[in-house]
């Protein structure tokens, strides 16, 4: 990671905890780019407005979510092997992925996003 890569992600990273604890009407640039090691000048260079800054970060939180969790999902369930089928709560078998409501799959929770 380069030196200009290293300081966006510490920017993103240093907006999104600020924009966490405070909202956007709360949050301070000063303290972002304090917490950043970067000028308020660099901040503004890269992102032009506190609102940018907000929008690069929901669009990097997003991507965050993405990359975990994709839209498209995989076409037979990750736990078995590929083309086998998975019991139901009903006890027939179904290819089906994701399961559905009254299946007995455990629940899936994502990962609490932090600087990737």
């Not at 000028?39 to 609102?51: F, L, Q």
């Not at 027939?92 to 559905?100: D, K, N, V």
Request: charged share 20%.
């Amino acid at each position: 990671m380069g030196r200009g890569e290293a300081s966006r992600r510490r920017l993103l990273d240093a907006a999104a905890a600020e924009f966490a604890a405070y909202g956007i009407a709360g949050a301070r640039v000063d303290r972002i780019a304090a917490e950043a090691k970067v000028s308020k000048a660099v901040m503004y260079a890269k992102y032009g407005s506190k609102e940018d800054l907000f929008d690069a970060v929901l669009a990097d939180q997003v991507q965050g979510v993405l990359d975990v969790a994709p839209l498209t999902p995989p076409t037979t369930c990750p736990a078995t092997p590929s083309g086998s089928t998975t019991p139901t709560s009903t006890g027939r078998s179904s290819s089906a992925w994701p399961p559905g409501p009254g299946s007995n799959a455990p629940p899936h929770r994502l990962p609490v996003l932090r600087g990737r």
